[in-house]
């Protein structure tokens, strides 16, 4: 299951594309036309993209609050989910949601989630209706280092262990759970060890700033869980070049570890790789960019001429 | 105990059988079952076991492992994963074997299934039941004890029913398996064993409504549950003393339907709300706020309320007793109002 030539473009396109939204959101936030908090997912696109080409359409997708990358990779409109980002009713929650709660059921995308590990014993559920179904779909649920630590973590593996549930588990550690560096939060630095606690197969630190390692240990990861065989973890290394969240003043790290780490940037490295390869030209590429940015401008602009949700639309959808 | 109202409006054969709280909710969870196979039950000790109380038995032999899931003792995980099963097509009954164990769970209630529908605007659904036993008086110390439902009632998005009769249990169990909503649906453990008249077949009653148990034009006597028998008891004693008091059982916390109890109040000018709850931020704060805003023309008295004393319940039995409502605390009440 190799990406075709076309895919391999495409993805570099999707990485650009989530990156400059996510650069745009930032200004928007700073404008005061983005309220609420806002978390970049600037660093970690190979992740969201990589899973886009690993999972087939009618699997399933979840994830926590930095829900942006993973929104616009699973193919909702991006003008859509600028609008859920300025409060409008043309959002993808009818701007009830805001940036941390986009979702699409049509694309088995269920949900940004905000509460760190809740959306965890969701996942195990999702598997659970598809296995109670025979159906074969599979469940990603993608979480931050810092879910680990939380007993939904925890109480959601155990469960999936015992009924096999198909989750695969993927843990984007962007190495701080907000500002806490991974070892001074959890017990064990290698927390893909946390999967082995409950007998689950799991994948060790793999490179999350390389698209083509993180596609094929989802393709791998997949195909034993679509095989009836129980969940598996993947452990993604991965870094934000953002804070937690705007307005993160950043005195846990240096500037250094920073720029280092934009030095391993996972779309510089595929151009790289695309170029090297011979699999495109400089030119490709540079299209790529400039409909990036274009599909930018035209969702801020859907956005800000879509209308704010009616008044009435307070107190709709409390209850079916 | 007069029969309740809804009991008449059955749509069933017209049968009635005698039958315990505890067989009226496990004819509800069968009938449910063998009607869709998309409900299934999940939670601690449903299986094997049959469960805690005992409403299970029978089942996990008849519908198999697949459909009667024993899970570990994981209360988020219980409620969580049931939440995203009702999200991608199921109808589970989730079993929490306390309200008190569901503090455990109060974050997969409240921020998963009771905002899952409006907060991405519609698009999932959340057909969920979690059932759950509450109350106390059975000396389980205080971590076993309480009935903190009205919590559980703070949140929109939910539906809160605590059914005081075996047809109540029966016919608002039923409703709330077939709703698209996510319900907490609470049993008095002390109930289990009572009897009553219960409608045979498919009898359902609509959520949300409150039902008048016992008519009366003395005074208004308001609860649920549990709290309902204690009510009709002290009815019974304020009858011999010629004192006329209706009771209304309110079966929903949430949402709270408030008009049987104001038409009440509108001929009896006299309240008393009775709950196992603590009086503070309770039910009976709850329906004292709404027949002034309401009905303050028709006030003829304060309101009172009885209810749990303010304190973690111990264990000793007498101790424990003096804690919890009773029929004479609230003739006591009644009369300080008349």
Same mark, same amino acid.
């Given at each position: 299951?190799?990406?075709?030539?076309?895919?391999?473009?495409?993805?570099?396109?999707?990485?650009?594309?989530?990156?400059?939204?996510?650069?745009?959101?930032?200004?928007?936030?700073?404008?005061?036309?983005?309220?609420?908090?806002? /978390?970049?997912?600037?660093?970690?696109?190979?992740?969201?993209?990589?899973?886009?080409?690993?999972?087939?359409?009618?699997?399933?997708?979840? !994830?926590?609050?930095?829900? /942006?990358?993973?929104?616009?990779?699973?193919?909702?409109?991006?003008?859509?989910?600028?609008?859920?980002?300025?409060?409008?009713? !043309?959002?993808?929650?009818?701007?009830?949601?805001?940036?941390?709660?986009?979702?699409?059921?049509?694309?088995?995308?269920?949900?940004?989630?905000?509460?760190?590990?809740?959306?965890?014993?969701?996942?195990?559920?999702?598997?659970?209706?598809?296995?109670?179904?025979?159906?074969?779909?599979? !469940?990603?649920?993608?979480?931050?280092?810092?879910? !680990?630590?939380?007993?939904?973590?925890?109480?959601?593996?155990?469960?999936?262990?015992?009924?096999?549930?198909?989750?695969?588990?993927?843990?984007?550690?962007?190495?701080?759970?907000?500002?806490?560096?991974?070892?001074?939060?959890?017990?064990?630095?290698?927390?893909?060890?946390?999967?082995?606690?409950?007998?689950?197969?799991?994948?060790?630190?793999?490179?999350?700033?390389?698209?083509?390692?993180?596609?094929?240990?989802?393709?791998?990861?997949?195909?034993?869980?679509?095989?009836?065989?129980?969940?598996?973890?993947?452990?993604?290394?991965?870094?934000?070049?953002?804070? /937690?969240?705007?307005?993160?003043?950043?005195?846990?790290?240096?500037? /250094?570890?920073?720029?280092?780490?934009?030095?391993?940037?996972?779309?510089?490295?595929?151009?790289?790789?695309?170029?090297?390869?011979?699999?495109?030209?400089?030119?490709?590429?540079?299209?790529?960019?400039?409909?990036?940015?274009?599909?930018?401008?035209?969702?801020?602009?859907?956005?800000?001429?879509?209308?704010?949700?009616?008044?009435?639309?307070?107190?709709?959808?409390?209850?079916? | 105990?007069?029969?309740?109202?809804?009991?008449?409006?059955?749509?069933?054969?017209?049968?009635?059988?005698? +039958?315990?709280?505890?067989?009226?909710?496990?004819?509800?969870?069968?009938?449910?079952? @063998?009607?869709?196979?998309?409900?299934?039950? #999940?939670?601690? @000790?449903?299986?094997?076991?049959?469960?805690?109380? *005992?409403?299970?038995?029978?089942? $996990?032999?008849?519908?198999?492992?697949?459909?009667?899931?024993?899970?570990?003792?994981?209360?988020?995980?219980?409620?969580?994963?049931?939440?995203?099963?009702?999200?991608?097509?199921?109808?589970?009954?989730?079993?929490?074997?306390?309200?008190?164990?569901?503090?455990?769970?109060?974050?997969?209630?409240?921020?998963?299934?009771?905002?899952?529908? $409006? #907060?991405?605007?519609?698009?999932?659904?959340?057909?969920?039941?979690?059932?759950?036993?509450?109350?106390?008086?059975?000396?389980?110390? *205080?971590?076993?004890?309480?009935?903190?439902?009205?919590?559980?009632?703070?949140?929109?998005?939910?539906?809160?029913? *605590?059914?005081?009769?075996?047809?109540?249990?029966?016919?608002?169990? +039923?409703?709330?398996?077939?709703?698209?909503?996510?319900?907490?649906?609470?049993?008095?453990?002390?109930? $289990?064993?009572?009897?009553?008249?219960?409608?045979?077949?498919? $009898?359902?009653?609509?959520?949300?409504?409150?039902?008048?148990?016992?008519?009366?034009?003395?005074?208004?006597?308001?609860?649920?549950?549990?709290?309902?028998?204690?009510?009709?008891?002290?009815?019974?004693?304020?009858?011999?003393?010629?004192?006329?008091?209706?009771?209304?059982?309110?079966?929903?916390?949430?949402?709270?339907?408030?008009?049987?109890?104001?038409?009440?109040?509108?001929?009896?000018?006299?309240?008393?709300?009775?709950?196992?709850?603590?009086?503070?931020?309770?039910?009976?704060?709850?329906?004292? *706020?709404?027949?002034?805003?309401?009905?303050?023309?028709? #006030?003829?008295?304060?309101?009172?309320?009885?209810?749990?004393?303010?304190?973690?319940?111990?264990?000793?039995?007498?101790?424990?007793?003096?804690?919890?409502?009773?029929?004479?605390?609230?003739?006591?009440?009644?009369?300080?109002?008349?």
């Amino acid at each position: 299951m190799a990406l075709t030539k076309e895919q391999m473009l495409e993805a570099y396109g999707l990485m650009m594309r989530i990156r400059r939204f996510e650069e745009k959101c930032a200004e928007l936030y700073a404008a005061g036309d983005i309220g609420g908090f806002l /978390h970049l997912y600037i660093g970690e696109e190979a992740v969201a993209t990589a899973a886009k080409y690993a999972l087939r359409e009618d699997d399933n997708i979840i !994830t926590a609050y930095r829900d /942006h990358g993973v929104a616009l990779s699973r193919g909702l409109p991006m003008n859509e989910v600028m609008a859920e980002m300025l409060g409008k009713s !043309t959002g993808t929650s009818k701007g009830k949601g805001g940036s941390m709660h986009l979702a699409d059921i049509n694309r088995h995308f269920w949900g940004g989630w905000a509460i760190v590990g809740g959306h965890l014993p969701l996942a195990a559920g999702i598997a659970l209706a598809d296995q109670y179904q025979d159906r074969d779909s599979v !469940t990603m649920a993608l979480m931050g280092d810092g879910a !680990t630590n939380i007993g939904y973590f925890h109480e959601a593996l155990n469960l999936a262990a015992v009924w096999k549930l198909p989750v695969i588990w993927v843990v984007e550690n962007n190495q701080y759970g907000m500002g806490t560096a991974v070892t001074r939060a959890s017990a064990v630095g290698d927390l893909a060890k946390k999967a082995e606690a409950y007998g689950m197969p799991c994948c060790v630190q793999v490179d999350g700033m390389d698209l083509l390692a993180m596609y094929e240990t989802f393709v791998e990861g997949i195909e034993y869980v679509r095989s009836g065989e129980g969940s598996f973890l993947v452990e993604a290394m991965t870094y934000r070049y953002r804070g /937690h969240s705007m307005g993160d003043p950043e005195r846990y790290r240096p500037v /250094h570890e920073v720029e280092a780490k934009k030095a391993d940037d996972p779309i510089a490295r595929w151009a790289a790789h695309l170029l090297e390869q011979g699999l495109a030209e400089k030119a490709d590429l540079e299209k790529l960019d400039e409909a990036a940015d274009q599909a930018v401008l035209d969702a801020v602009e859907f956005a800000r001429n879509s209308p704010f949700p009616e008044p009435e639309e307070l107190y709709t959808n409390v209850y079916v | 105990m007069s029969m309740s109202s809804a009991v008449e409006a059955d749509a069933t054969t017209g049968e009635s059988e005698m +039958k315990t709280f505890r067989e009226a909710i496990s004819e509800a969870l069968w009938e449910e079952m @063998e009607r869709d196979e998309k409900i299934f039950i #999940m939670g601690e @000790e449903v299986g094997v076991w049959g469960g805690t109380y *005992a409403v299970t038995r029978g089942f $996990y032999d008849h519908f198999g492992e697949k459909r009667v899931r024993d899970t570990p003792i994981s209360e988020m995980a219980i409620v969580g994963a049931a939440t995203g099963a009702a999200m991608n097509g199921l109808r589970p009954i989730a079993e929490i074997m306390t309200i008190n164990f569901a503090f455990l769970a109060l974050d997969a209630i409240v921020n998963a299934a009771a905002k899952a529908h $409006y #907060m991405f605007g519609g698009q999932f659904t959340v057909p969920l039941v979690i059932r759950t036993t509450t109350g106390g008086g059975r000396q389980l110390g *205080a971590t076993h004890s309480h009935a903190p439902e009205p919590i559980f009632a703070h949140f929109p998005g939910l539906y809160v029913i *605590a059914p005081s009769t075996p047809a109540d249990a029966k016919g608002l169990l +039923k409703a709330a398996i077939r709703n698209d909503n996510p319900v907490l649906f609470v049993e008095h453990s002390t109930l $289990y064993q009572t009897r009553g008249e219960v409608p045979v077949g498919d $009898y359902v009653i609509p959520l949300g409504k409150s039902d008048v148990k016992r008519v009366g034009s003395d005074v208004t006597i308001v609860s649920y549950a549990k709290m309902v028998d204690i009510s009709l008891q002290a009815a019974d004693k304020l009858a011999k003393e010629g004192i006329s008091a209706e009771v209304v059982d309110l079966r929903s916390l949430r949402p709270l339907d408030t008009g049987p109890v104001l038409e009440s109040f509108k001929k009896t000018n006299r309240c008393v709300v009775v709950e196992e709850n603590w009086a503070l931020y309770g039910v009976g704060a709850e329906v004292a *706020a709404r027949i002034q805003e309401e009905a303050f023309d028709w #006030m003829d008295a304060p309101i009172k309320r009885v209810s749990q004393a303010d304190v973690p319940l111990p264990y000793s039995r007498d101790l424990e007793q003096s804690a919890l409502p009773n029929p004479d605390k609230v003739v006591m009440a009644v009369k300080e109002i008349l």
